[in-house]
C-alpha cells in the first residue's frame, strides 16, 4: 500500500508509526460499532423490505426460492412493483440481485440481514480508511474514519434492511476512487480499466454511478499532465453509454406494463425555485445533525425507523437558521483551508498540487451533483419533509465530504505528522479534540435510537422468529399450508398495529408479515391450524382433518 500512496511520500509517517496508528485504528473502529450497532441485530424488517418480501413471493416459491426467476423477476423492481410503484428512472439490477440473493439465503429470518449490513458497514470503513489513507498520508485521517462509522444522522443507511446495496454501492465507488487515482499517479492503464469496472458495477447498483461517469467524462479534460485525457474519455464514455444505454433499453421494454403512468417530471422546469433552497440548505440541516446531534433529533416508532430534525416537529425557523449558519460556517472554513493551500504552494510540489485539485475537484462535484439529484428526484415530487424521513441519504454526503475535506487538508499541509508552525498544530489538535467529542456523541444517541427500536419491535421480532420456526419445521413437506385461528396480538395493551396492503386494504401487522413473508402457503383449506401464543413466543399448530374451511376468526 506505501508504495502507491497518492501524495508525496515525504509527508508520510514512518512505516512503523503508520502500523501502530493503523491497528489502533482498526480495533477503535470495531469497538465503536459493536457498540452502537449491536442492538440492532435485534432489529425487524420494516417499509420497503416487507414490500419486497411481498413482491419476491409473485416469482418464488418463498420455501424454497430458485435465484434465478426471483432475480428475473425483480431486475426492474422499481418499474415491475405492485405494491406502491414509482421511481421508473431507476435501474439498479444488481441491487436487486442483492436482495435476491438475501432473500434466498435469509427469507423470513431477520437476523442475517442485519449482520450483513453491519459487515458491509464495515468492509466500508475499510475501504474508506484506505482511500482517506492515501490522499492524506497523515493520522489525523483516522479520526475521521471513526466519526464516519457511528453519525447518527446516517445510522438508518447500516440498520434498514432494504438500502444493504446502497453500502454496497459505496465500496464499488471507492473502489473505482482508488483505482483511478492510481492511474494518476502511475499512468498504467491497467489501473484505469479496472477503476471502469468498479465504476460499471457500482452504476448498475444505483444510478449515481451514471453521474460520476459523466463528471469523470468532463473532467478528463483537465487532467493533469502528463496523463492521457483520450484514454480517461474512452472508459467514461463506453461506462457511461452502458448504463445509461442498458436503462433507456429496459425503460422502453417495461414501459407498456408499467402499472401507473409516470407523473410530476413535466413540471420539473417550473419548478426549479423548489429545488434550489432544499439544494442550498439541506447540506446545513445534515451538518448540524452529525455535529449537534444531543439537541437536533427526536427519533418516532413508525414502520421503518425514522429519525426527524426539529423543524419537522416545531421551531422551523431557529431551525433553519442554524442549518443555515453551520452550512456557511463550514465554507468559511473551507475558504480558509483554501488561503492556506495558496501560502503552502511551495512546500508541495506541482505533480501533488494537480493531482490532488483534480481529486478534490472530482469529489467536490460529486458532492454538488449528489444533492442535486436528492433534491429534484426526492423532494420535487414529494417535500422536503420526505428528505429527513430519509436520513439514509446522508451517509454518502458525509462520505464524498469528508474525502474532500481531507483532501484541502493535505494542500493545505494541515495534519498532525506534518512539520508546520505552531497555530497550525493548534488547529490539528482542535480538530482531533473535536472529531472525538462528536464521535462519542453520536455513537451514544446511534446506540441509543438501535436499543429502542430493539425494545419497541420485541414483540414483533418474537412473533417473526417463532413464525419462521414454525415454517422451517415444515417447508419439506409436500402439502405444507396453514391458516391463523386468530389474529396474534403485538403488545401489552392488546393492540395490532395495521399497515395498508398493496390492494389498499388494511391487515395487522403480523397478519401482513406472514402473507408478506409465505403469502402462497397461507390457505383457506389449510393442513395446519397455528395460533400464536405472545406469552410463550411459540406457535402452536394443531392438524387440521376432514375440513374443507375454517371458522370465523375469534375476536
Excluded at 100 to 114: I, V
Excluded at 230 to 247: I, K, W
Excluded at 412 to 440: C, I, K, S, Y
Aim: charged fraction near 15%; glycine fraction near 4%; include cysteine.
Amino acid at each position: 500500500m506505501r508504495a502507491e500512496t497518492y501524495s508525496d511520500e515525504g509527508s508520510s509517517p514512518p512505516p512503523r508509526t503508520s502500523a501502530i496508528s493503523g491497528t489502533i485504528l482498526f480495533f477503535a473502529v470495531i469497538a465503536l460499532v459493536l457498540y452502537a450497532y449491536l442492538p440492532s441485530l435485534r432489529h425487524i424488517p420494516r417499509a420497503d423490505q416487507i414490500y419486497y418480501f411481498c413482491e419476491a413471493s409473485r416469482f418464488t416459491n418463498p420455501l424454497h426460492p430458485d435465484i434465478l426467476s426471483l432475480s428475473l423477476g425483480t431486475l426492474s423492481f422499481n418499474r415491475t412493483r405492485i405494491f406502491a410503484p414509482g421511481d421508473y428512472l431507476l435501474f439498479r439490477p444488481l441491487f436487486f440481485l442483492f436482495l435476491a440473493l438475501e432473500y434466498t439465503f435469509f427469507r423470513g429470518n431477520a437476523f442475517p440481514y442485519q449482520l450483513t449490513g453491519l459487515l458491509l458497514h464495515l468492509i466500508l470503513l475499510w475501504r474508506f480508511a484506505v482511500l482517506l489513507r492515501r490522499l492524506f498520508p497523515d493520522p489525523l485521517h483516522g479520526v475521521f474514519v471513526i466519526f464516519f462509522s457511528v453519525l447518527s444522522v446516517s445510522a438508518e443507511a447500516v440498520i434498514w434492511q432494504h438500502v444493504n446495496g446502497y453500502i454496497l454501492f459505496e465500496i464499488l465507488l471507492l473502489l473505482f476512487f482508488d483505482r483511478f487515482f492510481l492511474w494518476l499517479r502511475t499512468a498504467r492503464l491497467w489501473y484505469l480499466r479496472v477503476a471502469t469496472a468498479w465504476l460499471i458495477l457500482a452504476g448498475f447498483t444505483y444510478e449515481l454511478g451514471v453521474v460520476v461517469a459523466a463528471l469523470g467524462f468532463a473532467l478528463s479534460f483537465s487532467l493533469p499532465c502528463p496523463r492521457d485525457g483520450a484514454a480517461a474519455r474512452r472508459h467514461f464514455s463506453f461506462a457511461f453509454f452502458l448504463l445509461a444505454g442498458l436503462n433507456l433499453l429496459d425503460l422502453i421494454v417495461r414501459w407498456p406494463h408499467i402499472p401507473m403512468a409516470p407523473s410530476g417530471f413535466q413540471t420539473l422546469p417550473s419548478s426549479f425555485s423548489k429545488i434550489l433552497l432544499p439544494f442550498l440548505f439541506l447540506p446545513g440541516y445534515w451538518i448540524r445533525a452529525a455535529l449537534l446531534p444531543a439537541t437536533n433529533y427526536r427519533f418516532l416508532t413508525l414502520p421503518r425507523l425514522t429519525i426527524l430534525p426539529r423543524h419537522v416537529v416545531g421551531s422551523s425557523t431557529s431551525s433553519f437558521l442554524s442549518a443555515a449558519f453551520l452550512a456557511l460556517a463550514l465554507f468559511a472554513l473551507i475558504l480558509l483551508a483554501l488561503r492556506e493551500v495558496l501560502l503552502s504552494r511551495n512546500k508541495t510540489s506541482r505533480a501533488d498540487r494537480s493531482f490532488l485539485s483534480f481529486a478534490g475537484c472530482f469529489l467536490f462535484l460529486l458532492n454538488g451533483a449528489y444533492l442535486l439529484l436528492i433534491s429534484a428526484g426526492r423532494i420535487l415530487p414529494r417535500e422536503i419533509t420526505y428528505v429527513f424521513w430519509n436520513p439514509n441519504w446522508s451517509s454518502p454526503f458525509w462520505l464524498y465530504l469528508l474525502l474532500f475535506l481531507a483532501v484541502v487538508m493535505n494542500l493545505a499541509r494541515v495534519g498532525l505528522a506534518r512539520t508546520f508552525p505552531p497555530e497550525r498544530r493548534a488547529l490539528a489538535a482542535v480538530l482531533f479534540t473535536l472529531f472525538l467529542l462528536l464521535t462519542a456523541d453520536n455513537a451514544a444517541l446511534t446506540r441509543q435510537i438501535n436499543l429502542r427500536y430493539a425494545d419497541e419491535m420485541a414483540p414483533q421480532r418474537r412473533f417473526l422468529a417463532a413464525l419462521s420456526r414454525f415454517v422451517e419445521r415444515h417447508r419439506n413437506e409436500p402439502d405444507f399450508s396453514f391458516a391463523w385461528t386468530r389474529i396474534p396480538r403485538m403488545d401489552s395493551t392488546g393492540y395490532t398495529p395495521n399497515v395498508v396492503r398493496p390492494d389498499g386494504s388494511y391487515a395487522p401487522q403480523p397478519l401482513f408479515y406472514a402473507q408478506s413473508l409465505y403469502g402462497s402457503l397461507i390457505s383457506t383449506d389449510p393442513k395446519y391450524r397455528v395460533r400464536y401464543d405472545p406469552k410463550k413466543g411459540e406457535i402452536d399448530e394443531e392438524v387440521v382433518v376432514n375440513e374443507t374451511s375454517l371458522p370465523p376468526a375469534r375476536p
